[in-house]
């Protein structure tokens, strides 16, 4: 996040102090360009860490429902171990 904020920055200074020369503007141009691959690489990356995360979210609640599910089951066909150990 702190990088997109960096590019948005300079990309504003950049396109504060461009004059009119076409060199400048060349420069300018080329700035915004980075700037902008670094604003999209960024959040490339922030949506595939928010994927994994997800992902990781996902299987943990799998698995406590199937542990869930197994300690219901051993409750009621009483076959609970009361020290928490499982019979298998």
């Known amino acids: 996040m702190k990088k997109i904020f ?7 200074l950049v396109a504060s ?7 400048t503007g ?9 700037a902008a691959e670094d604003t999209e690489n960024n959040l490339k990356q922030a949506g595939e860490a928010i994927e994994e995360a997800a992902e990781e979210t996902g299987e943990a609640i799998d698995k406590a429902l199937d ?10 066909n009483e076959t609970d171990d009361m020290n928490g150990e499982d019979d298998n």
């Open 67 to 76: 542990n869930a599910d197994e300690e219901i089951d051993e409750e009621i």
């Open 17 to 23: 102090i461009s004059s009119c020369r076409e060199t």
């Open 26 to 34: 060349e420069k300018a141009e080329e700035a915004i360009e980075a």
């Open 6 to 12: 960096l590019s948005f920055a300079a990309l504003a």
